[in-house]
């Protein structure tokens, strides 16, 4: 009888060498693509960030009347970069020209991820063009300043603090006549215009809060600051902030509360603290703090802002919505809601 044997062909170490090469240099391969798509993603990420932050600044400055406020300052911690809130892993952070630093108008963003080793910039300047390479030639971890978390948000308790749309809630003391004026304006497209008879000269002006109810709306003891813009024209009479009502303790007015400033938009502002007990009501006017003799003596009013606490936020409300505020109920007609700016 034959026995056949029968043998089974398997690999040689060369050939297994081979294939365990190959497996290597395709997971190599696979891993290199992988990380790659990874840090475009993440550099896709910080771009959407600075163009976000970019049409926040351009947002900014149009409600602000064209940029009347500097968006970045020169020194100091930056509220409006604060109030970003970059993706997560994202930094975002400013660099001023360290040649001129005395100029707030010499800037940069920059955006990176700690997870790149590479990171993005996006120069902008706020009048011209910022020194080219500003950013590129600091790395990110000396940045002059850096994003931080957002702070709790506020309220603006003035419910028609732009007159957008109409003068609801604003009226004339003392026989003066409030009217919305297109024709001048610190935020948006309008302001609040008050023409004075000669009749009550000392005590007339324009009412920008109206009975606001102590403890309901304004809570019992606390602190609010309440501010506003006025154009007054040369000529005419000096303007104070008046804090009225049965709901607020004493006032001590201080140098903020009144200007005599002129043909210059001038924000006025001023602190008070509401009744520890009971019930009451706040109004607050913005009056002549000199008499007028002429009948027909006009000032304007615009961007009133009332918060709670003593600090003086830049001005915002609802419309601001690219910067995180919303209006509470009707726009332009109720109080708003959002993060300092």
Not at 90 to 105: F, G, Q, Y
Not at 271 to 298: D, R
């Amino acid at each position: 009888m034959n026995t056949k044997k029968h043998f089974q062909k398997a690999f040689t170490i060369i050939e297994l060498l081979v294939v365990i090469t190959v497996i290597g240099i395709l997971a190599s391969l696979t891993i290199i693509a992988y990380n790659n798509v990874q840090q475009s993603a993440r550099d896709k990420s910080v771009l959407s960030d600075l163009d976000a932050l970019d049409g926040l600044e351009t947002e900014y400055g149009q409600r602000s009347g064209g940029g009347g406020e500097p968006w970045y300052s020169a020194s100091g911690p930056d509220a409006n970069l604060d109030n970003f809130n970059p993706s997560a892993g994202n930094v975002i952070d400013i660099v001023l020209n360290n040649a001129t630093p005395s100029l707030a108008t010499e800037y940069c963003i920059r955006g990176y991820n700690p997870n790149s080793a590479t990171y993005t910039s996006l120069a902008k300047a706020a009048v011209k063009e910022s020194t080219p390479g500003v950013c590129s030639t600091i790395s990110p971890s000396t940045a002059a300043q850096t994003d931080s978390p957002l702070p709790p948000p506020i309220t603006n308790l003035a419910a028609n603090p732009s007159v957008e749309t109409n003068t609801t809630g604003l009226s004339g003391p003392n026989s003066t006549v409030v009217a919305r004026d297109t024709s001048r304006a610190k935020i948006g497209v309008a302001s609040l215009v008050a023409t004075m008879p000669v009749a009550n000269a000392s005590q007339v002006g324009a009412t920008i809060i109206y009975n606001l109810a102590v403890p309901t709306t304004l809570a019992l003891g606390t602190q609010f600051t309440v501010s506003a813009y006025v154009y007054v024209p040369t000529g005419t009479v000096d303007i104070r902030l008046s804090i009225q009502g049965s709901g607020k303790q004493t006032v001590s007015y201080g140098p903020s509360s009144y200007t005599s400033v002129k043909d210059n938009w001038t924000r006025i502002s001023q602190s008070f603290t509401t009744i520890t007990s009971g019930s009451g009501t706040v109004t607050v006017y913005v009056l002549n703090n000199t008499a007028t003799t002429v009948a027909g003596t006009q000032f304007w009013v615009d961007g009133v802002m009332l918060t709670a606490g003593p600090s003086l936020y830049n001005y915002a409300d609802g419309s601001y919505t690219m910067a995180g505020w919303s209006w509470t109920g009707t726009a332009n007609n109720s109080t708003s809601t959002g993060t300092p700016l």
